[in-house]
T-cell receptor, first 116, second 114 residues
Framework: DQQVKQNSPSLSVQEGRISILNCDYTNSMFDYFLWYKKYPAEGPTFLISISSIKDKNEDGRFTVFLNKSAKHLSLHIVPSQPGDSAVYFCAASEVDSGAGSYQLTFGKGTKLSVIP | NAGVTQTPKFQVLKTGQSMTLQCAQDMNHEYMSWYRQDPGMGLRLIHYSVGAGITDQGEVPNGYNVSRSTTEDFPLRLLSAAPSQTSVYFC?????????????FGSGTRLTVV
């Protein structure tokens, strides 16, 4: 059973508009969440993260929101740029579980296309 | 710094052959791991290591072996390749707990088993 779910395989957005990528999780032990960005033929690169003690974390054009009661997080990109076109993976980790803290559980990814 | 280096970038194997995917990092990261990415499946953890001499299984370990004799290297061995092991393999490393430092990924090895 998938513990981290990204239910939208793809998303298309006009340049300059907001992109919203969603992620849901089922494991209540997860309390740290990360977003990775992946271009074709490259490895994923870390984008932004949030811990469960926060409900928002911002880094430039990227903001991640966490709704712990709903087990839902979202990544907002404002404004979207053509260079943001990539696959975005949501990932989760358990902070205080020994070896589990080293492991990330990934969603299936959402392919974002930003149209010029 | 080279970061995380994976070799080879591409490989075609026949069913039953064995091979080793290489992964090396030059960042003195204590944690290393191997993931596979399949279409529509995201990234799934195969094996991981929290330091030299220490390895453990991830979500999909069957058919793979690992060892960690040095901090820098974490090779992944396919014992007897099967078509189900056709995938893109990513090696990742982290200075410490992923929650604080995130992972640095290599650029991947695309493996086809025929």
């Amino acid at each position: 059973d998938q513990q981290v779910k990204q239910n939208s395989p793809s998303l298309s957005v006009q340049e300059g508009r907001i992109s919203i990528l969603n992620c849901d999780y089922t494991n209540s032990m997860f309390d740290y969440f990360l977003w990775y960005k992946k271009y074709p033929a490259e490895g994923p690169t870390f984008l932004i993260s949030i811990s469960s003690i926060k409900d928002k974390n911002e880094d430039g054009r990227f903001t991640v929101f966490l709704n712990k009661s709903a087990k839902h997080l979202s990544l907002h990109i404002v404004p979207s740029q053509p260079g943001d076109s990539a696959v975005y993976f949501c990932a989760a980790s358990e902070v205080d579980s020994g070896a589990g803290s080293y492991q990330l559980t990934f969603g299936k990814g959402t392919k974002l296309s930003v149209i010029p | 710094n080279a970061g995380v280096t994976q070799t080879p970038k591409f490989q075609v194997l026949k069913t039953g052959q064995s091979m080793t995917l290489q992964c090396a990092q030059d960042m003195n990261h204590e944690y290393m791991s191997w993931y596979r990415q399949d279409p529509g499946m995201g990234l799934r953890l195969i094996h991981y290591s929290v330091g030299a001499g220490i390895t453990d299984q991830g979500e999909v370990p069957n058919g793979y072996n690992v060892s960690r004799s040095t901090t820098e290297d974490f090779p992944l061995r396919l014992l007897s390749a099967a078509p189900s092991q056709t995938s893109v393999y990513f090696c990742a490393s982290s200075y410490g707990q992923a929650v604080h430092y995130g992972y640095t990924f290599g650029s991947g090895t695309r493996l086809t088993v025929v």
